[in-house]
Nanobody
Framework: QVQLVESGGGLVQPGGSLTLSCTTS????????MAWYRQAPGKQREWVAT???????NYFDSVPGRFTISRNNAKNTVYLQINKVLPEDTAVYYC??????????WGQGTQVTVSS
C-alpha cells in the first residue's frame, strides 16, 4: 500500500515562510495528480492546490498567491511553499494522491501554527 508522509510543519511567526513536503513510498507517477488540503480548527477540510504529472498547477480561488505547489519527481516528493504566513493559515495540512480508478490516498497531516 502506498503511503504519503508529510513534513515541514511547525510553529512559524506571521510574515515568515515555510515549505511543506509530501513524500510517496512508491513512484510518484503512480498518481495522476498530487494535491494539498488543509483543515483549520473548527472548519471543514478544504482543497488548496493540485499539481499533475506535467506539472500543471491549479489553486483554490480563495487561496492567495502566497501558496506555491511544486514537485521533485526524482525524490517522489511534492511541496507546498507558503510565504508571508498569516494566523489564518493555521491548520493541519494534508497531502493527497489521486490515481484514476482508485480511492484517494491521504497522508497523516502536518500541523502548521502561525503565531507570534
Amino acid at each position: 500500500q502506498v503511503q504519503l508522509v508529510e513534513s515541514g510543519g511547525g510553529l512559524v511567526q506571521p510574515g515568515g515562510s515555510l515549505t511543506l513536503s509530501c513524500t510517496t513510498s512508491r513512484n510518484i507517477f503512480s498518481f495522476d495528480t498530487m494535491a494539498w488540503y488543509r483543515q483549520a480548527p473548527g472548519k471543514q477540510r478544504e482543497w488548496v492546490a493540485t499539481i499533475n504529472r506535467d506539472e500543471i498547477t491549479n489553486y483554490f480561488d480563495s487561496v492567495p498567491g502566497r501558496f506555491t505547489i511544486s514537485r521533485n519527481n526524482a525524490k517522489n516528493t511534492v511541496y507546498l511553499q507558503i510565504n508571508k504566513v498569516l494566523p489564518e493559515d493555521t491548520a493541519v495540512y494534508y497531502c493527497r494522491g489521486n490515481a484514476l480508478g482508485f480511492p484517494p490516498t491521504w497522508g497523516q497531516g502536518t500541523q502548521v501554527t502561525v503565531s507570534s
